[in-house]
C-alpha cells in the first residue's frame, strides 16, 4: 500500500502553536467493513502523530471535540491502547458515542470516565460539566458536553476578557457550514453559532460533522477580535464514501487567532466497495420480489386467496407455508 504524504501548508508564524485542535477519534477495536488494511494500526499511527506534533510545538496541549471513542463500552483492551497511546496533555469533552444512552448523567459508566479516572490530572482532562472552565496559560476554555448546547449560558465576564486572552468554547454538536441540509431541523450552522456566541468566545471548536472546514467572521464591535470556527472533521476514514477524504488536524495560533490545517499521513487503496456491491443487489432482488407480487395481486380476491395465488405461482418452501398458514389461522 502506498502512503499519503501529509500535504505542505502554510506557516503563519515561526513561533509553536498554543494549541492542536482535533475532534472524532472515534477509537475501536471492531475493523469497519470497508477498510482492507490494519485498522488497528492505522488508529495507532494517527495518536502518535498528534503526540509528536504535540511535542513540535512546546507540547501545547490537544483540545478534543468529543466523540474520543467510537462506543461507551469499549474492550479492556482498547481502554489499555487508549491510556498508552493518546496524546498528552490532553482536553475534550464528551460527544454522544462516548456517553452511554448518549446521556452525561451515565459518564461514570463509560470507557471514557474510566479513562479519566487512572490518568494524571494534569494531563489528561475532560470537561463533563456543562460550561466548566479551565485556563492553560493564555488560553481560557470552556466544554459543553453533547446535548447540553441548549442549557449553556456564557459568563457575561467573557465578553471583557484581556486581550492577550483567548477564549475558547468545545463543543460537540452537528454543525453545518454554510446552509445545513432541508431535513435537519435540530442542528445549527457555524454562522448561528458565531452570531450566538462570537461576543464570548475567539475560537469554536465543534465535533460530530466529520467533514473539516474552518468559518471566519470579524467582530464588527470588537474590531480587530474576530471569531473563528474550527470544525476539524473525522481523525479516521471509517466508511467507504470517505476514501479520498484527507482527515486532518489544525495548529492554532492564539496571537493570530488563525488555526492551519495539518493533514494525517494516510495509506491509499485501503477501502473496498464489495459490501456496497452486495447490498445494491440484495435490495434490487428484494424490489424485483415485491414487483412480482404487485403484478400477481387481485383486487377481487381476499388476502388468503391472493396468498394461494402467489404460492402456486411460486416456488415457496412447504414449511413457510405452513407457518404462514398457522398464523393466519391464530389471527383468526
Known amino acids: 500500500m502506498r502512503m499519503k504524504r501529509t500535504r505542505k501548508t502554510k506557516t503563519i508564524t515561526t513561533k509553536p502553536a498554543d494549541a492542536i485542535l482535533v475532534s472524532d477519534m472515534h477509537l475501536t477495536d471492531s475493523i469497519p ?29 490537544i483540545l478534543c471535540a ?22 498528552r496533555p490532553f482536553i475534550g469533552i464528551p460527544g454522544q458515542h462516548d456517553l452511554p444512552e448518549h446521556s452525561l448523567k451515565q459518564y461514570e459508566r463509560s470507557a471514557l470516565g474510566l479513562l479519566e479516572a487512572v490518568s494524571d490530572k494534569e494531563e489528561f482532562i475532560i470537561l463533563r460539566q ?10 481560557r476554555i470552556v466544554g459543553i458536553p453533547f446535548g447540553e448546547l441548549r442549557n449553556f449560558e456564557p459568563d457575561e465576564s467573557l465578553k471583557f476578557a484581556l486581550p492577550d486572552l483567548r477564549r475558547i468554547l468545545i463543543l460537540h454538536e452537528l454543525t453545518w457550514q454554510g446552509k445545513k441540509p432541508s431535513w435537519d431541523k435540530g442542528s445549527r450552522t457555524d ?14 471548536l465543534t465535533g460530530d460533522n466529520h467533514e473539516g472546514f474552518v468559518t471566519r467572521q470579524k467582530d464588527p464591535l470588537h474590531s480587530p477580535r474576530d471569531c473563528i470556527l474550527v470544525n476539524p472533521g473525522s481523525m479516521m ?24 490545517p495539518v493533514y ?11 459490501h456496497i456491491d452486495k447490498e445494491k443487489e440484495r435490495d434490487e432482488r428484494i424490489a424485483a420480489y415485491i414487483e412480482r407480487i404487485k403484478k400477481n395481486w387481485e383486487a ?6 391472493n396468498l394461494e395465488l402467489f404460492f402456486r405461482e411460486n416456488k415457496v418452501p412447504r414449511k413457510i407455508k405452513e407457518i404462514i398458514y398457522n398464523a393466519l389461522e391464530k389471527e383468526g
Open 33 to 61: 467493513v470497508s477498510r482492507i488494511d490494519n485498522y488497528l494500526l492505522a488508529q495507532r499511527s494517527k495518536l502518535q502523530f498528534l503526540q509528536s506534533l504535540s511535542a513540535q510545538n512546546n507540547n501545547c496541549p
Open 66 to 87: 468529543g466523540d474520543i471513542f467510537n462506543h461507551w463500552k469499549a474492550s479492556p483492551w482498547l481502554c489499555g491502547i487508549a491510556y498508552r497511546h493518546l496524546p
Open 237 to 260: 476514514r471509517r466508511t467507504a464514501d470517505q476514501a479520498d477524504y484527507q482527515p486532518r488536524c489544525y495548529l492554532y495560533y492564539a496571537d493570530e487567532n488563525d488555526a492551519v
Open 264 to 274: 494525517f499521513p494516510i495509506e491509499m487503496n485501503v477501502h473496498t466497495r464489495e
Open 300 to 305: 377481487g380476491l381476499s388476502f388468503r386467496k
Open 191 to 204: 454562522i448561528e453559532l458565531i452570531n450566538e456566541f462570537g461576543n464570548y468566545f475567539d475560537l469554536i
Open 130 to 139: 456543562m460550561g466548566e472552565q479551565i485556563q492553560r496559560k493564555n488560553l
